[in-house]
């Protein structure tokens, strides 16, 4: 029978340097995997000042690179989730909600009123495809849309 450790080492000593080494390959693939993202397409967020009470809107672009390109075909869509003081038109946007689609780009529009003064986040996720001539890539990644509210002016 063969043996799957070395003679008066104890199993424990084998077992933990497995596990690191499984550790250290996933931290590795794991940051792999965010450069190719990063070179596939890039996520735009625009930065936004609201007043309090007044409709605002501020936007997600999922822009293709590199011979990539959005998924024309494939479900797309942005789930979201306000902080306090802010309330969202829509908590899931689709395909049907793109402000903007083309084969290098997809953008949502994200419609909000601020209830209250001060600096906030629209939490979300994106689901989206993106293709080369041979291949697909299915993508879900968290966004944080960053907003601040005023109050509004006072009257003089």
Same mark, same amino acid.
């Given at each position: 029978m063969p043996r799957c450790r070395a003679p008066g080492r104890p199993l424990h000593s084998w077992v933990m340097k497995s596990m690191l080494l499984a550790g250290l390959v996933a931290a590795l693939l794991g940051s792999a995997t965010r450069a190719r993202a990063e070179e596939i397409y890039e996520l735009k967020k625009s930065d936004v000042k609201a007043t309090v009470g007044a409709k605002a809107t501020t936007s997600l672009t999922i822009a293709a690179k590199s011979g990539w390109h959005v998924n024309e075909e494939a479900p797309l869509s942005l789930k979201l989730q306000p902080d306090p003081g802010i309330t969202i038109d829509k908590a899931k946007l689709g395909r049907a909600d793109l402000a903007q689609s083309t084969k290098d780009l997809a953008r949502f529009d994200v419609a909000f009123t601020g209830?209250?003064?001060?600096?906030?986040?629209?939490?979300?996720?994106?689901?989206? @495809?993106?293709?080369?001539?041979?291949?697909?890539? *299915?993508? %879900?990644? !968290? @966004?944080?849309?960053?907003?601040?509210?005023?109050? *509004?002016? %006072?009257? !003089?």
């Open positions: 209830t209250e003064p001060g600096k906030k986040t629209i939490n979300g996720e994106a689901s989206f @495809v993106m293709c080369q001539a041979s291949t697909c890539k *299915p993508v %879900k990644e !968290k @966004v944080a849309l960053a907003v601040e509210v005023v109050a *509004p002016a %006072k009257k !003089k």
